[in-house]
Every structure is written in structure tokens, then in C-alpha cells.
């Protein structure tokens, strides 16, 4: 599967899993875009992301940044 870095500014967000990519190299992405299509396991159904975001080279804890409903 596939994986798109998004920079913005001193931080970089890391999106794994994807299997259809629908932005490339340089487009500017805004809030709520679509940006790709996470992989479903054909077999169990599990669709699964996996969401990295690091500032600058420091590797940071995602669950500090995604907002909890």
C-alpha cells in the first residue's frame, strides 16, 4: 500500500495505508479534503490508518492532535 505527506510548515503529517491516492506532489490540501482511499482487508473487513505526525524530525503523539468525539 501506499503512504502521503502532507507538510504543514515545521510539521509533517504521515497517512499509511492508502491504496488510491488522490492528490499529488505540490497540491495545497485543505481541511476536510479527501486526500485517499484507506485499505479494507477483503477478508475481515478492518479498514485501518495509520496516522504518524512529527515536527520538524521529532516523531509526535497523534493522540495529542486528533480530535476525540
Given amino acids: 500500500n501506499k503512504a502521503i505527506q502532507i507538510r504543514h510548515g515545521d510539521y509533517i503529517t504521515v497517512y499509511q495505508n492508502i491504496t488510491d491516492v488522490y492528490v499529488k506532489k505540490g497540491d495545497k490540501v485543505s481541511t476536510r479534503q479527501e486526500i485517499g482511499k484507506i485499505f479494507?482487508?477483503?477478508?475481515?473487513?478492518?479498514?485501518?490508518?495509520k496516522f504518524l505526525i512529527f515536527q520538524?524530525?521529532?516523531k509526535l503523539n497523534?493522540?495529542?492532535w486528533v480530535y476525540r468525539m
Avoid: A, M, R
Fill in 56 to 58: 520538524n524530525t521529532n
Fill in 40 to 49: 479494507t482487508n477483503p477478508t475481515t473487513g478492518d479498514t485501518t490508518l
Fill in 62 to 64: 497523534p493522540e495529542e
